[in-house]
Nanobody
Framework: LQVAESGGGLVQPGGSLRLSCAAS????????VGWFRQAPGKARERLLC????????KYADSVKDRFTLLRDSAKNAVYLQMDGLIPDDTAVYYC????????????????????WGQGTRVTVSS
């Protein structure tokens, strides 16, 4: 299931950013979509996953009150809405889709073997 991330950029601390995960060739509505990130020198970090039935699972305590997931059926996309950004949120952000959130994470290796995709870079800095 091929997806593509976009929307990253430079933002000041306290600011907001909305990242997009778009699908081609299939309807994202029918799949779970998860977001994860990798900061420089750090391991992959799972963030959130939204199921096909619109339940959101949150994995990272550091973002659970600041980041939300939104589905846009018309645009066949899932957005990661990030508010209250802090410098520790600086990372490359990735999304992945599969039948369930469990399968999303099972399909994403802990280190990038080339299957993660391009991601979108977010830099939080003043």
């Amino acid at each position: 299931l091929q997806v593509a991330e976009s929307g990253g950029g430079l933002v000041q601390p306290g600011g907001s950013l909305r990242l997009s995960c778009a699908a081609s060739g299939f309807r994202l509505d029918y799949y779970a979509v998860g977001w994860f990130r990798q900061a420089p020198g750090k391991a992959r970090e799972r963030l959130l996953c939204v199921t096909s039935t619109l339940n959101t699972l949150k994995y990272a305590d550091s973002v659970k009150d600041r980041f939300t997931l939104l589905r846009d059926s018309a645009k066949n996309a899932v957005y990661l809405q990030m508010d209250g950004l802090i410098p520790d949120d600086t990372a490359v952000y990735y999304c992945a889709a599969d039948s369930t959130c469990r399968e999303v994470w099972e399909g994403v290796p802990p280190t990038d073997d080339g299957s993660w995709g391009q991601g979108t870079r977010v830099t939080v800095s003043s």
